[in-house]
């Protein structure tokens, strides 16, 4: 049984078969960010005490600006999931009244 390749859907990426929307994909990068920013490969060009910044060593600001950047990522990812969700749930209960409304009158509005 051969299996047809899935088609692209407009705002969502294909991952292990599974499509998921652009804005997880955008969340996922930036966390890869923030792990790659608090360990070995960038948090060592930022391990320094000196400069202060707003009074904070810099290795310090540099933690405080990854943490303010996963807030900033975790608020974005729950006011654009729930756009989505909104949507979707708006148009599945708009085909629901109009399949509704066609079989009470028997033909559509």
Known sequence: MSRKPASRKPGYFLF??????????????????IQLGVIWPLYAVFSGAEPFILGLPLSFAWLTLMLLLAFAGMVYLYITD???????????????????SKGQNGEPN
């Open 16 to 33: 292990f078969g599974t499509w998921y929307p652009n804005n997880r994909l955008v969340f996922g990068l930036l966390g890869l960010f």
């Open 82 to 100: 729930n756009t989505r969700l909104d949507r979707e749930h708006n148009e599945r209960v708009r085909a629901e009244y109009q399949a509704e």
